[in-house]
């Protein structure tokens, strides 16, 4: 594999993305292209990190750290990437209203997801990095991370006009995903930030494209309006009805 053809596809393709945002930008007033720039470099350091030996260095020094000093694996991580996610249906619950209805957010959430499945898999067949761990050579991305930030990027964004602490408190989880991940000797440091990276951008790219896809694939609704009254003339009873569609 080429990986420096894979890291000038990346850039390439991340310059595409923000002058298309841009170029929406200026319609819509909804979304800048600077937001793309924090995603982009984790992920462009996380594609780096496969073929630098100063950073795949600093990835075995951290491992060597772990395992020095930790024996005992915690799996919470397998749980706590789909927290931010489920936290949004929570707050719902609880009647704190966020940006979208249930319908419009969970489209979105599905997006998101679609998104980081189809980024993640196939980077882990094309790259075929080790694990820390040694049992496969699927490790980057990390999918639980990306899974994490997708989640927590969806927390911000439907709920930061009402408390950005709600969207902070996503990100401090889905960081503790990312850590935990290199905590159980599954992932690599720059595994972990191209999956933060990877969920951040799948979850505002989602965004992005939820009011063309509604546009493509969902009707606007039509208001029916019906007006039903009896009547009776002296010789004949009915009911008239008059109606707009």
Same mark, same amino acid.
């Given at each position: 594999?080429?990986?420096?053809?894979?890291?000038?596809?990346?850039?390439?393709?991340?310059?595409?993305?923000?002058?298309?945002? #841009? #170029?929406?930008?200026?319609?819509?007033?909804?979304?800048?292209?600077?937001?793309?720039?924090?995603?982009?470099?984790?992920?462009?350091?996380?594609?780096?990190?496969? $073929?630098?030996?100063?950073?795949?260095?600093?990835?075995?020094?951290?491992?060597?750290? @772990?395992?020095?000093?930790?024996?005992?694996?915690?799996?919470?991580?397998?749980i706590t990437q789909y927290v931010p996610a489920a936290s949004v249906y929570a707050l719902?619950?609880?009647?704190?209203?966020?940006?979208?209805?249930?319908?419009?957010?969970?489209?979105?959430?599905?997006?998101?997801?679609?998104?980081?499945?189809?980024?993640?898999?196939?980077?882990?067949? +094309?790259?075929?990095?080790?694990?820390?761990?040694?049992?496969?050579?699927?490790?980057?991305?990390?999918?639980?991370?990306?899974?994490?930030?997708?989640?927590? $990027?969806?927390?911000?964004?439907?709920?930061?006009?009402?408390?950005?602490?709600?969207?902070?408190?996503?990100?401090?989880?889905?960081?503790?995903?990312?850590?935990?991940?290199?905590?159980?000797?599954?992932?690599?440091?720059?595994? @972990?930030?191209?999956?933060?990276? +990877?969920?951040?951008?799948?979850?505002?790219?989602?965004?992005?494209?939820?009011?063309?896809?509604?546009?493509?694939?969902?009707?606007?609704?039509?208001?029916?309006?019906?007006? @039903?009254?009896?009547?009776?003339?002296?010789?004949?009873?009915?009911?008239?009805?008059?109606?707009?569609?």
């Amino acid at each position: 594999m080429n990986y420096k053809a894979l890291i000038m596809a990346f850039l390439i393709s991340q310059a595409i993305c923000s002058q298309n945002i #841009k #170029k929406d930008t200026i319609a819509s007033k909804k979304i800048a292209y600077k937001q793309f720039i924090i995603p982009g470099v984790l992920i462009g350091y996380g594609i780096i990190g496969i $073929e630098s030996d100063g950073i795949k260095d600093f990835n075995a020094e951290i491992k060597e750290e @772990v395992n020095e000093n930790i024996d005992k694996k915690i799996t919470i991580d397998d749980i706590t990437q789909y927290v931010p996610a489920a936290s949004v249906y929570a707050l719902n619950a609880m009647g704190i209203q966020g940006k979208n209805n249930f319908k419009d957010r969970t489209l979105i959430l599905a997006t998101s997801y679609l998104l980081v499945a189809g980024t993640t898999l196939p980077l882990k067949s +094309i790259t075929k990095v080790e694990r820390p761990d040694g049992s496969s050579f699927n490790s980057f991305p990390s999918g639980h991370t990306a899974t994490a930030f997708a989640g927590a $990027e969806f927390l911000w964004q439907e709920y930061k006009d009402v408390s950005i602490w709600y969207g902070i408190s996503g990100y401090i989880v889905a960081s503790g995903t990312g850590l935990f991940r290199i905590y159980n000797d599954r992932h690599w440091l720059t595994d @972990v930030a191209a999956g933060a990276g +990877i969920g951040i951008l799948c979850t505002k790219t989602a965004y992005w494209l939820y009011p063309k896809m509604q546009k493509l694939f969902f009707k606007k609704e039509t208001k029916t309006a019906l007006l @039903v009254t009896p009547f009776y003339n002296g010789n004949q009873m009915g009911v008239s009805i008059i109606g707009k569609l």
